[in-house]
């Protein structure tokens, strides 16, 4: 079964940057479409970034222009580079294929923008 396992995220100011990793276990991840997703205090969990296995790119509206996905097919691993944090994009961040199927849940990287 697929494992993947975020990490990176910690507290920053705002307008500060962090970078996310999401490892994958499993070949699979080479053809799926994978992406980052989050999840803040009492609301539903919504797609901000994915990534096709070509390369191509799509962006929520919230963090376009800010946030940047990408994969390294090799490592199986893929990222997210967040610039410009608002205090609003604090939440737990999880990597899943996309769109969703039977794959688990990683534990997520807690994101915190506050001064």
């Known amino acids: 079964q697929v494992q993947l396992v975020e990490s990176g995220g910690g507290l920053v100011q705002p307008g500060g940057s962090l970078r996310l990793s999401c490892a994958a276990s499993g070949s699979i991840f080479k053809v799926n479409a994978m992406g980052w997703y989050r999840q803040a205090p009492g609301k539903q969990r919504e797609l901000v970034a994915r990534?096709?296995?070509?390369?191509?790119?799509n962006y929520a509206d919230s963090v376009k222009g800010r946030f940047t996905i990408s994969r390294d097919n090799a490592k199986n691993t893929v990222y997210l580079q967040m610039n410009s944090l608002q205090p609003e994009d604090t939440a737990v961040y999880y990597c899943?294929?996309?769109?969703?199927?039977?794959?688990?849940w990683g534990q997520g990287t807690q994101v915190t923008v506050s001064s």
């Open positions: 899943n294929n996309f769109p969703r199927t039977n794959w688990p």
């Open positions: 990534i096709i296995s070509g390369g191509s790119t």
